[in-house]
């Protein structure tokens, strides 16, 4: 995932910086907007719903807040970033290498540090989506680590879906890994903001699994650009070793 192989199968990639929460984050869109505007024509203002829970020794209940948040996106709506009160994300379905992806996220906190002058950075985290299928007449089960498969190979059954999750502790990091493998269509984790972006990929016919792989520091320090671009480095090559370990000799031949 270093440099995009021919038909490697990266089909969404995202980065996420949370940093000080900005209050009066809207003020200051308009400058923030200008400074994206000639990349990431398409501006639109969202909302989401969010829950909080309000515990005092008498009283207890679950109140609703509305989130707004930013969006700019390139004209095919293929990439982009999403800006919260208190994070930053680019993401796209059009990924082509990790250095151009790293320039891209590393300008975007460049552009809000020198608008709003950010304090600190509590979390970095970087996670790819990859979607692994067979050539026509090949068998799924070569381009896949076995032990991804359990039951999904051994039964001749139609198959609704095969689940994997794996946490591992990484340093000061924590790498989340989940694998789902169906007979029909994409799967698509119900937390990524892709919805806002165009995907590129065709929805798979057969048998096919979706590799999610995120690892993320969560760590309060002063804000360096440099150190975050360096963590972020660190993240994809932690993110890559595993992905390498998921599929098969072959796959990379494939792929190739």
Known sequence: MGI?????????TLSQIKFNPI????????????????????FRLEAKKELFFKIDPTNSNVETKNIQYWSFCNIERTEGYVLFPNNLVFHTTNYTSFPLFLEKIISGLKILHETIELSFVEQIGLRYLNTIQSKEGDNFDKYINPGLLGLSSAVNEQLVHNICETVFEIGNGKLVFKSLIRDQGLA???????NLLNFKIK??????ATLDIDFFITQRNVINIENVKNELDNAHSIIEGVFQKSISDHARKVWR
């Open 4 to 12: 995009k192989m021919t038909d490697a199968p990266v089909f969404y």
């Open 23 to 42: 209050e009066k984050m809207g003020d200051a869109i308009s400058n923030i907007q200008e400074k994206f505007r000639k990349d990431y024509p398409d």
């Open 188 to 194: 698509l984790p119900p937390d990524i903001q892709a």
């Open 203 to 208: 929805a798979p016919k057969g048998r096919n």
